[in-house]
């Protein structure tokens, strides 16, 4: 279907761009949102006739966007979750999850301005992108932790996961000190007390 967009569409366009779209796109998401207009004779001629006000109303939330930027970018949440000795969670992290924990801190964000590409499912510290408008974007910190001990050295940079398997593969407990010149189950002479001499016996 083609369309006309009425505000800029990342990897489609900008606003009065005529784009060739699929039609479920365009009638499930781009018309509905009022992103775009089909594009006939009569739509293009509306929207040229209505382009400096379309433009405008753009610049403004543009310009809104850009100051509620300035309170959301470099914003930090921690999200406490169970997981297994893998780092897996169990279940994952979604866009709702994240929205919750940023609006606590006062962000005052929509859960269709989170762009979660994929449903976080390790613990770990990761960057999210907030679209506050389709020309302003911005990255929030989601520290995915199982305790906030874990999530504060998290913040610091510290790969729990790894010095976790660092810690794991160092034996503990005692090791016997191994002698390598002997044949494999041999056993070393130096383990064998000398046995003391029994009564009426030179020593």
């Known amino acids: 279907m083609d369309i006309i967009l ?23 998401f781009l018309l509905p949102n009022k992103k775009a ?20 109303d753009n610049a403004n939330r543009r310009g809104e966007a850009e100051k509620h930027a300035k309170d959301v970018e470099g914003k930090q949440v921690v999200l406490i979750r169970a997981s297994s000795n893998s780092g897996q969670l169990y279940g994952s992290v979604s ?5 919750d924990a940023l609006n606590a801190d006062g ?24 679209a506050l408008h389709p020309e302003v974007a911005v990255l929030v910190k989601v520290n995915v932790a199982r305790s906030p001990d874990e999530a504060e050295l998290q913040a610091q940079g510290v790969d729990v ?18 002698d390598r010149s002997l044949e494999p189950g041999e056993i070393p002479a130096d383990m064998f007390e000398e046995a003391p001499a029994e009564e009426g016996e030179e020593a």
Do not use: C, H, W
């Open 6 to 28: 009425l505000e800029r569409i990342e990897k489609l366009g900008g606003i009065g761009d005529v784009v060739s779209v699929k039609d479920g796109y365009a009638r499930n």
């Open 37 to 56: 207009l089909r594009a006939n004779e009569s739509n293009k001629k509306v929207f040229e006739a209505n382009r400096s006000k379309i433009e405008a």
């Open 95 to 99: 866009v709702r999850d994240i929205v």
């Open 107 to 130: 962000a005052k964000l929509a859960k269709s301005m989170v762009v979660l590409e994929r449903p976080i499912k390790s613990i770990g510290l990761y960057d999210v992108r907030v």
């Open 161 to 178: 996961m790894a010095a976790m398997f660092e810690e794991a593969s160092v034996p503990s407990g005692f090791t016997e000190a191994q």
